[in-house]
Nanobody, 126 residues
Framework: QLVESGGGYVHPGGSLTLSCVTT????????VGWFRQAPGKEREGVSC????????VYADSVKGRFTISRDNAKNAVNLEMNNLKPEDTSVYYC?????????????????????YGQGTPVTVSS
């Protein structure tokens, strides 16, 4: 139900913007998060945007480099990633919860959502 795009290969210091869209729900009504998971590693919360006030939460590892935002005209949530590092290499997933009252401060820790995308790979390498 959620579809990510925008992943790819980039050199260290480069930028990518990931997009998460759906045609089945109005994303602005729901908290939406991005997490990443590399092969053999645990799921890691990256960023999340709350419903209603659109306040945002970031993992310490990406704070100051990544920006999450809504594009309501496209029914999308974007993740702008700048100054990418090799350790950012992973598969990135967007996800949403059905309850607008669920807080991103919890979601970024638990990475437990109701709807998930299929993931888009990001490779940062020289």
């Amino acid at each position: 139900q959620l579809v990510e795009s925008g992943g790819g290969y980039v050199h260290p210091g480069g930028s990518l913007t990931l997009s998460c869209v759906t045609t089945q729900r109005t994303l602005s009504y729901y908290p939406v998060g991005w997490f990443r998971q590399a092969p053999g590693k645990e799921r890691e919360g990256v960023s999340c945007i709350n419903a209603g006030d659109d306040t945002t939460v970031y993992a310490d590892s990406v704070k100051g480099r990544f920006t999450i935002s809504r594009d309501n005209a496209k029914n999308a949530v974007n993740l702008e990633m700048n100054n990418l590092k090799p350790e950012d290499t992973s598969v990135y997933y967007c996800a949403a919860v059905i309850s607008p009252f669920t807080l991103c401060s919890d979601l970024i820790r638990t990475n437990t959502y109701d709807y998930y995308g299929q993931g888009t790979p990001v490779t940062v390498s020289s």
